[in-house]
């Protein structure tokens, strides 16, 4: 496996969700984030102590922008020809097995990462038994 490309450190502005205005008030508001339209409403107009609404000054840096915290870029991968897609890419991406793909094919696309050097995020998924 060979380690990332260096890069600068990764620095995310914000890491908590934003949450939708009164989401936590009304079960039947769900929290995923709606801009709030109303004329009087405190968050819209941004009032002091309200709840922050998401906005462009929030995004990461380009250079780091989808990195993983080893510094690499997640390829989704299914089967073992998309792993070879990777063989030059080594440095940059590293292989992310898909949800869906059984744990016989995953054996076999982690032996070909293994052989080619590339980095798997998720290697232990549905391979390891119980105990």
């Given at each position: ?76 991968v ?16 590293a ?37």
């Open positions: 496996m060979v380690s990332a490309k260096k890069h600068i450190p990764i620095v995310k502005k914000r890491t908590k969700r934003f949450n939708r205005h009164q989401s936590d008030r009304f079960m039947c508001v769900d929290p995923a984030w709606r801009k709030p339209k109303g004329i009087d409403n405190r968050v819209r107009r941004r009032f002091k102590g309200q709840a922050a609404m998401p906005s462009i000054g929030y995004g990461s840096n380009k250079k780091t922008r989808h990195l993983t915290p080893s510094g690499h870029k997640a390829f989704l299914h089967n073992t020809r998309d792993v070879d897609l990777l063989l030059m890419h080594n440095k940059t991406f292989a992310e097995i898909g949800h869906a793909v059984s744990s016989r094919k995953r054996i076999e696309i982690i032996a070909k990462a293994k052989d080619l050097g590339v980095k798997v995020t998720n290697p232990k998924a549905r391979v390891t038994t119980e105990a």
